[in-house]
């Protein structure tokens, strides 16, 4: 098969002031470049669309950079090597690289990590096996360090991160796994999941939901969402709860961040609220990739996913995420 001199790849074309919108994104065809030595050629079969991508298209610097007007987009990608100029990677191989948002990608070999498909599908490794199951099993035991009968609660539960946090929680000893998200398909699909309870955060506020949900206060928040989410965890939480601040979604499109209010209370109730960055427990990526198989492999972890195809239609994948559109991972398939 002859290799493509040209791809099409999405840039940025605006940066958006609150919701992304069609005219944030450009669909372009670039000239790839040639191989250098090192290097591999890889036709990207399916992509990820991030909520941190949403932080990177204001010109704010933060723990990732922030993307460039004018440039491609990048991100979570699997594909086929389609040419190889590096001894590691044969055509055909099928590898993880950082270089989604396009067709075809020149990587540096050394930026790919070749996939096992005989477990599951290469896109599993843009979800369960891939940064959002770890970022849920590293929230979960090295971040809130979740102890055997904890009551757990998850927000933004039906999602990639948050639909793994709720099975993981229950597999890993805790005694009640409550969820929020936000619709009533998605309270009704995390019940399938296991859930104790569940609610819709429209439904009213909250901390009410919450403290109907779990009349005995919870002892771990996975917080996704951050704001009223935060607050409301918060004020349900248990003597020594604590809490893995692993996203603020509901702040990520927000002119002004809301926090929570109540912050008092974590003194008397001897909280603790730890942040986290998943690339900071890659050294856990072993020890998640082993117990993750087994999961998939026995049937104990179900995976979702939203598949949308074309990579025309990422920038309404990307801004579907955004809205709540997914049920499970988020994927944009190509070609
Ligand atoms: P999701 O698959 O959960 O998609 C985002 C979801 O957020 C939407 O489906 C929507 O679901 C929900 N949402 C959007 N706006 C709001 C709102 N205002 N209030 C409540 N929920 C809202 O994304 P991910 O699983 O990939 O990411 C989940 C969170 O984890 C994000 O905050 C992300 O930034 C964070 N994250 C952090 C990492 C880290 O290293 N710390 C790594 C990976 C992710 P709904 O219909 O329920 O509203």
Redesign the pocket.
């Known amino acids: 098969m002859s290799t493509p001199t040209t791809t099409r790849e999405v840039h940025l074309a605006q940066r958006p002031t609150g919701r992304p919108t069609a005219e944030t994104f450009a669909l372009v065809e670039a000239d790839l470049p040639e191989l250098a030595e090192g290097q591999v050629l890889v036709r990207t079969t399916a992509m990820s669309v991030?909520?941190?991508m949403r932080p990177r298209m204001n010109d704010v610097k933060s723990y990732v950079p922030p993307f460039q007007l004018g440039a491609p987009l990048d991100g979570g990608a699997v594909g086929e090597v389609m040419a190889s100029r590096s001894p590691d990677r044969s055509v055909g191989d099928v590898v993880l690289h950082g270089l989604g948002w396009r067709e075809h990608a020149v990587v540096d070999a050394v930026r790919t990590t070749r996939v096992d498909t005989s477990l599951a599908p290469a896109q599993a490794y843009l979800g369960a096996l891939g940064?959002?199951g770890l970022?849920a099993y590293v929230?979960l035991t090295a971040v809130a360090e979740l102890a055997e009968g904890d009551r757990v609660f998850v927000?933004?539960?039906?999602?990639?991160?948050?639909s793994l946090a709720v099975q993981m929680a229950r597999l890993l000893g805790a005694s009640q796994v409550v969820g929020?998200?936000?619709?009533a398909a998605?309270v009704t699909r995390l019940r399938e999941l296991g859930v104790d309870a569940a609610f819709d955060?429209h439904d009213g506020p909250v901390a009410e939901q919450l403290a109907a949900a779990a009349p005995e206060g919870i002892d771990l928040y996975f917080d996704?969402?951050?704001?009223e989410?935060l607050e409301a965890a918060i004020a349900s939480a248990r003597q020594g709860g604590r809490i893995a601040l692993?996203?603020?979604?509901?702040q990520?499109d927000a002119a002004e961040a809301r926090g929570p209010r109540n912050m008092f209370s974590a003194i008397g109730k001897g909280l603790t609220l730890r942040?986290?960055?998943?690339?900071t427990y890659a050294h856990l990526q072993p020890e998640f990739a082993q117990r993750m198989a087994g999961w998939l492999a026995d049937g104990s972890i179900q995976t979702d996913e939203t598949v949308v195809h074309g990579l025309e239609n990422a920038p309404d994948a990307f801004i579907g995420?955004?809205?709540?559109?997914?049920t499970?991972?988020?994927i944009v398939a190509l070609g």
């Open positions: 991030d909520p941190y940064m959002p970022t929230g927000s933004g539960a039906a999602g990639a991160v948050g929020s998200a936000g619709s998605k955060y996704n969402v951050g704001g989410h692993c996203g603020a979604i509901s990520y942040g986290f960055i998943v690339g995420m955004l809205g709540g559109q997914n499970g991972k988020m």
